[in-house]
């Protein structure tokens, strides 16, 4: 190898090493919506995994994905496992918690594209006759997390899917 080559490799991985000291350890992706439906309408929409499908911005990613559902039907301990195009890849969230009518919280384990666990939450506050619903994700950024960022806004890309699917939530729930 030339010493020209040797010295661009050498800035290229420095300039790579910096970039990924500057990605965070830890990462949240969070929107709200308001909803012209009580709490008590809004809230059995995100709390039974099955209702998923009427407004989730993945099921429209891919309406093929094959889905499977285990534990009870609404609330903690109910599961939904999918498995996808390289759009929504593969995985399995599972209600961790969940307070009616305030908030759900959800373990996230993704296989594919990148194995990963996160944590989602949805939380309902009564504002008058409406709900402002709030979808969070957030968890640790691993090394591949931080790689991925440095070519990928991550916040921008979740966080569109994230006001898609709050924006069918609201139709939805609405439309009751």
């Known amino acids: 190898m030339t010493p020209i080559l040797l010295a661009l490799a ?3 991985l420095l300039i790579i090493v910096i970039a990924l000291a500057g990605q965070p350890d830890e990462f949240k992706v969070s929107r709200s919506a ?17 209702k998923w499908e ?18 009870p039907a ?25 307070q009616p009518d ?13 194995k990963a666990t996160n944590t989602a939450e949805f939380t309902f506050r009564r504002d008058g006759g409406q709900t402002i619903v709030t979808w969070s994700m957030y968890g640790k950024n691993s ?7 440095l070519f990928m806004n991550c916040e921008k890309m979740c966080g569109g899917q994230f006001e898609k699917g709050l924006a069918s939530l609201t139709a939805v729930a609405e439309a009751k």
């Open 102 to 114: 305030e908030t759900i919280r959800f373990r996230l384990d993704f296989q594919r594209p990148m």
């Open 10 to 12: 050498i800035i290229g």
């Open 34 to 50: 308001k909803i012209s439906a009580p709490p008590a309408k809004v809230f059995p929409h995100v709390n039974e995994l099955r």
């Open 143 to 149: 090394f591949g997390g931080k790689v991925f960022g």
């Open 74 to 98: 609404p609330g903690a301990g109910s599961a939904m496992a999918w498995d996808g195009n390289n759009k929504i890849g593969s995985g399995k969230m599972t209600i961790a918690d969940s």
């Open 54 to 71: 009427a407004w989730s911005p993945w099921a429209k990613l891919d309406p093929n994905a094959k889905t499977t559902f285990e534990g």
